[in-house]
């Protein structure tokens, strides 16, 4: 062999090792700061619990797993520029987050111009896996629509007759809004909806509403305040005596410890919400040993719901590079289309034509516990997509 032939057999043999030591840049984005850490914070612990799990056996493709992470501020715009940085400065490979669902569109429309991978771990807006659909956005939380039907089927069996409906004005409000209209019919006949309020997203006064509703004559309200909207909700209804005979049926996730834990005594009677991820409840085996790992990572034992939808994310990115044997965009997209993995709540499919996973949640009362200063789920009932 000529000795320019070995120079350059030695020169590709040298940039191939230095890729395979290259780590793979997965750029995770949640609220990290405001109103939205109260999620945005657990998610990322869960983020970085499934990168370090990951990096302890090797990493992705044999190479380590660096996490480049950003606080989306809860704010579209400043969601879209921190996520063009990330791809175009940080050279991600992927990007997963976003809280939001207004929050959520606006990465997917920077992952649709820039040709990178999204996985949203967390919006809900059904927009994102039917009319805004495209090659590089998947989901792998649940949707509205899922959540719509959910809170019409459980306005059915509570045989609740007049509804009000009190939403965020936003994506998710609005979508959620008409995932419970259009089910309504099917599975709660004798429902009627009587009023429709939507305060804006960021909320903190609710004076102007809760007479509103009180006055309607509602046996039930249909919401998806989340976070510190219920949170402010509670605070300014409950000594109004707002809860004594309203039944309150959330899509909020208000029965996640962030926030039973956050309002622990003052949380009202007759609420009947949903949650991911119940630290004290299992869905599938590995769920003990999961929930273990992160009680650790967090230093307690009423571990944050959240965690699991930020875990959930990164096992999915690394499972279809695995797949794919690349971390090209195109080919991790494809990898990702009907990619089932298992997860701390049982194995997870992504459909290949909406890019929706399967993605169940826990539904049921919160009610008091004689040995505990929060509000617990129970009965608890998981229900999951068909």
Not at 126 to 133: A, H, N, P, V
Not at 143 to 166: I, P, Q, V
Not at 227 to 252: E, M, R, T
Request: proline share 5%; with cysteine; glycine share 10%.
């Amino acid at each position: 062999m000529k000795i320019s032939a070995i120079i350059v057999a030695a020169g590709a043999l040298g940039a191939g090792t230095a890729f395979a030591q290259q780590p793979v840049k997965i750029g995770g984005m949640y609220p990290l700061t405001g109103g939205g850490a109260v999620y945005g914070v657990p998610a990322m612990a869960g983020h970085q619990l499934a990168i370090e799990e990951l990096n302890a056996k090797g990493g992705i493709l044999g190479r380590k797993i660096e996490s480049i992470e950003r606080d989306d501020k809860l704010n579209p715009s400043a969601a879209s520029s921190t996520m063009k940085e990330l791809i175009t400065k940080d050279k991600v490979d992927i990007v997963l987050g976003g809280l939001s669902s207004a929050v959520g569109l606006a990465m997917s429309e920077v992952s649709k111009q820039e040709k990178v991978v999204y996985i949203a771990t967390i919006p809900k807006t059904i927009q994102m896996t039917t009319d805004k659909l495209h090659k590089y956005v998947f989901r792998t939380a649940s949707n509205t629509d899922f959540e719509g039907d959910t809170m019409s089927l459980l306005a059915g069996r509570y045989k609740l007759s007049k509804l009000c409906n009190l939403q965020l004005d936003y994506a998710y409000g609005n979508d959620l809004e008409a995932g419970i209209v259009k089910t309504l019919g099917k599975n709660a006949p004798n429902a009627k909806i009587v009023l429709t309020l939507k305060p804006k997203l960021g909320a903190t006064d609710f004076n102007p509403f809760i007479p509103q509703v009180m006055a309607a004559g509602c046996d039930g309200v249909l919401s998806g305040l989340w976070g510190p909207h219920f949170v402010s909700w509670v605070k300014q209804a409950k000594p109004l005596g707002f809860f004594d005979k309203i039944k309150w049926i959330s899509g909020g996730e208000i029965a996640s410890h962030e926030i039973a834990g956050e309002l622990k005594g003052d949380f009202p009677d007759n609420v009947i919400s949903n949650t991911y991820e119940l630290w004290y409840h299992a869905q599938d085996p590995s769920h003990k040993e999961f929930q273990a790992r992160l009680a650790k990572k967090l230093n307690t034992q009423e571990t944050p719901q959240w965690a699991l939808l930020g875990y959930v994310g990164v096992m999915y990115a690394a499972a279809a590079m695995e797949k794919a044997k690349s971390t090209e965009a195109d080919k991790v997209s494809a990898a990702l289309e009907g990619l089932t993995i298992k997860t701390p709540v049982g194995p997870l499919t992504i459909d290949p034509k909406s890019h929706q996973a399967n993605m169940g949640q826990f539904w049921g009362p919160m009610v008091k516990k004689p040995d505990r200063a929060y509000r617990m789920m129970d009965p608890v009932e998981y229900i999951q997509p068909k």
